[in-house]
């Protein structure tokens, strides 16, 4: 609870400090921001909250704790959907302020990429249809560091050419509406998730919960830290010195760690799921 508390006074003090930087400069370039030009305040508003992960859930916002219960940070994903919509918005400095943004940000994300191709520490998959697109591979690892992004511009890649690329390389045609459905349910909240998973008896991979000993790890992958359980999946998979490649996560970027023999397991299931 304190530490949950503490991060939302940091994101908080982040967004007062964004914001009052914002306003000083759009005053000296002349905005009279106390007067007619006022309503664009309000946009930078909401933009600011969007751009650092609360998005807006409308009407239903008096919602909020349902959601929270049901989905994994729901203002967070909301945020990753409505951003790009400020790109249109009918503030022009904060059109301009969020394709600046965005500019900087992609340049920032593929300069980290390049590097790491270019270095020969990693490899970097450039086809949209799959998992690992814009993720840095190293080894068994992958790590994204586009902070929530990645899987929404999968989906439309994916839902737009109706086909997927699997960790083999193989493209493989998919089920539009089960593609749907299995993106929603990654969202999920560890809790509503475990309850579903126990509900029908196997996880979202498809392994089947048989035992005492499976609940025990479908408790401990729901409920553990996430960068605990990115660390240890990491460490198992490359050893100690491997633990090193899931320090991004203090960053917040999203570490996965799995061999290749269980991703074809995962992509023989998944092929199932399009069509039961």
């Given at each position: 609870?304190h530490?949950?508390?503490?991060?939302?006074a940091y994101?908080?003090?982040?967004?007062?400090?964004?914001?009052?930087?914002?306003?000083e400069?759009?005053?000296?370039?002349?905005m009279?921001?106390?007067?007619?030009?006022?309503w664009?305040?309000q946009?930078?508003?909401?933009?600011?909250n969007?751009?650092?992960?609360r998005?807006?859930?409308?009407?239903?916002?008096e919602?909020?704790?349902?959601?929270?219960?049901?989905?994994?940070?729901?203002r967070l994903?909301?945020?990753?959907?409505?951003?790009?919509f400020y790109?249109?918005?009918?503030s022009?400095?904060?059109?301009?302020l969020a394709?600046?943004?965005?500019?900087?940000?992609?340049?920032?994300?593929?300069?980290?990429?390049?590097?790491?191709v270019l270095g020969?520490?990693?490899?970097v998959e450039l086809?949209?249809?799959?998992?690992?697109?814009?993720?840095v591979?190293?080894?068994?690892t992958?790590i994204d560091?586009?902070?929530?992004?990645?899987?929404?511009v999968r989906?439309v890649a994916?839902l737009?050419?109706g086909?997927r690329?699997?960790?083999?390389g193989?493209?493989?045609p998919?089920?539009?509406?089960?593609?749907?459905?299995?993106f929603?349910?990654?969202?999920r909240?560890?809790?509503?998730?475990?309850?579903?998973?126990?509900?029908r008896?196997?996880?979202?991979l498809g392994e089947?919960?048989?035992?005492?000993?499976?609940?025990?790890?479908?408790?401990?992958?729901n409920?553990?830290?996430m960068f605990?359980q990115?660390?240890?999946?990491?460490v198992?998979?490359?050893?100690l010195?491997?633990?090193?490649?899931?320090?991004?996560?203090?960053?917040?970027?999203?570490?996965?760690t799995?061999?290749s023999a269980n991703?074809i397991?995962g992509?023989q299931?998944f092929a199932m799921?399009?069509?039961?």
């Amino acid at each position: 609870r304190h530490s949950e508390r503490a991060y939302v006074a940091y994101l908080n003090k982040l967004r007062s400090d964004v914001f009052n930087s914002t306003v000083e400069k759009w005053k000296r370039s002349g905005m009279d921001l106390d007067g007619k030009d006022y309503w664009h305040v309000q946009k930078l508003s909401s933009y600011i909250n969007a751009a650092t992960g609360r998005g807006t859930l409308g009407k239903l916002e008096e919602s909020g704790a349902l959601f929270n219960a049901l989905a994994f940070s729901p203002r967070l994903q909301t945020s990753r959907m409505q951003l790009p919509f400020y790109l249109l918005s009918s503030s022009t400095a904060v059109k301009k302020l969020a394709a600046r943004d965005l500019v900087t940000f992609i340049a920032a994300n593929t300069s980290i990429l390049s590097l790491a191709v270019l270095g020969g520490l990693a490899t970097v998959e450039l086809n949209p249809q799959s998992t690992d697109f814009g993720k840095v591979r190293v080894g068994n690892t992958r790590i994204d560091f586009w902070a929530g992004f990645q899987p929404y511009v999968r989906l439309v890649a994916q839902l737009v050419t109706g086909a997927r690329k699997t960790s083999t390389g193989r493209q493989q045609p998919i089920n539009w509406w089960n593609t749907l459905m299995r993106f929603l349910e990654t969202k999920r909240s560890p809790a509503f998730g475990m309850i579903q998973d126990f509900l029908r008896g196997r996880t979202f991979l498809g392994e089947e919960i048989e035992d005492f000993e499976d609940v025990i790890i479908e408790i401990i992958e729901n409920m553990a830290p996430m960068f605990l359980q990115d660390v240890w999946d990491v460490v198992k998979e490359e050893g100690l010195t491997g633990g090193f490649l899931a320090l991004p996560g203090v960053l917040g970027a999203g570490i996965q760690t799995y061999d290749s023999a269980n991703a074809i397991v995962g992509e023989q299931r998944f092929a199932m799921s399009q069509y039961l």
